[in-house]
């Protein structure tokens, strides 16, 4: 995929021209990159890992679910701060979202064990 080239005073666009243009030019910060996208889904992903971890293998409140929230937390900062406030707001919703879905599906799968 090549990018579009610059017109005369026109500073280069880190997306395609196209339809996604408009929404893209205000969603995009201008200092995104692949590199800094990875890292942050690598700490979202990390952060998850460990709270799966500590719900599901390691009943309580110990080491592994303190530092899956600090990567969580740093991956939705870094989100925030490399990929603009857009898609940082974005990370930040779909964390709670699946951090809240993982903690009531270990509790719940706790809870229906000790009945049986």
Avoid: D, N
Avoid at 3 to 13: D, M, Y
Avoid at 37 to 59: D, N, Q, T, Y
Avoid at 86 to 96: C, D, F, K, P, R
Avoid at 106 to 115: E, Q, S, T, V, Y
């Amino acid at each position: 995929m090549r990018l579009a080239k610059p017109f005369a005073g026109e500073e280069q666009r880190p997306y395609p021209p196209g339809l996604m243009e408009p929404i893209l030019a205000e969603t995009i910060s201008p200092a995104f990159s692949w590199p800094s996208l990875a890292f942050v889904v690598a700490l979202i992903v990390a952060g998850m890992l460990l709270l799966a971890l500590e719900v599901f293998a390691l009943p309580g409140f110990g080491a592994a679910g303190v530092v899956a929230f600090l990567l969580l937390g740093g991956g939705c900062v870094s989100a925030w701060v490399f990929l603009g406030p857009a898609w940082g707001a974005l990370v930040v919703v779909a964390s709670i979202v699946a951090s809240v879905l993982l903690v009531v599906v270990g509790l719940h799968g706790r809870a229906m064990r000790r009945r049986t």
